[in-house]
Nanobody
Framework: QLQASGGGLVQAGGSLRLSCAASGRTFRAIDLGWFRQAPGKEREFVAVMPWRGDRQYYTNSVKGQFTISRDGAKDTWYLQMNSLKPEDTAVYYC?????????????????WGQGTQVTVSS
């Protein structure tokens, strides 16, 4: 139901924009997020925004570097990643939830995309 795309190989300092498209039955989420999982590490929160889009939350390591946004006309949201660093290398997952649990609670996200690989070379 969620399709993530936009990953790839980029040099340090470069940019990528990830997209997440929701399809299927009418999609009504409360929060939209991006998470990532690097090799040998647990999946971690990256960015999230409420469906209404009035605020954004970021993990400290990407503040000022990544921007989460949503296309109001589509069930699609994005993660603009600038000034990429090798430590940003990971599989990036989009996710959405329809409950009111904390936006930082990974386990409460009910819908997940398949993941898209981002590799940043030094």
């Amino acid at each position: 139901q969620l399709q993530a795309s936009g990953g790839g190989l980029v040099q340090a300092g470069g940019s990528l924009r990830l997209s997440c498209a929701a399809s299927g039955r009418t999609f009504r989420a409360i929060d939209l997020g991006w998470f990532r999982q690097a090799p040998g590490k647990e999946r971690e929160f990256v960015a999230v925004m409420p469906w209404r889009g009035d605020r954004q939350y970021y993990t400290n390591s990407v503040k000022g570097q990544f921007t989460i946004s949503r296309d109001g006309a589509k069930d699609t949201w994005y993660l603009q990643m600038n000034s990429l660093k090798p430590e940003d290398t990971a599989v990036y997952y989009c996710a959405a939830k329809t409950n009111s649990a904390s936006v930082f609670s990974i386990l409460d996200y009910e819908y997940w995309g398949q993941g898209t690989q981002v590799t940043v070379s030094s």
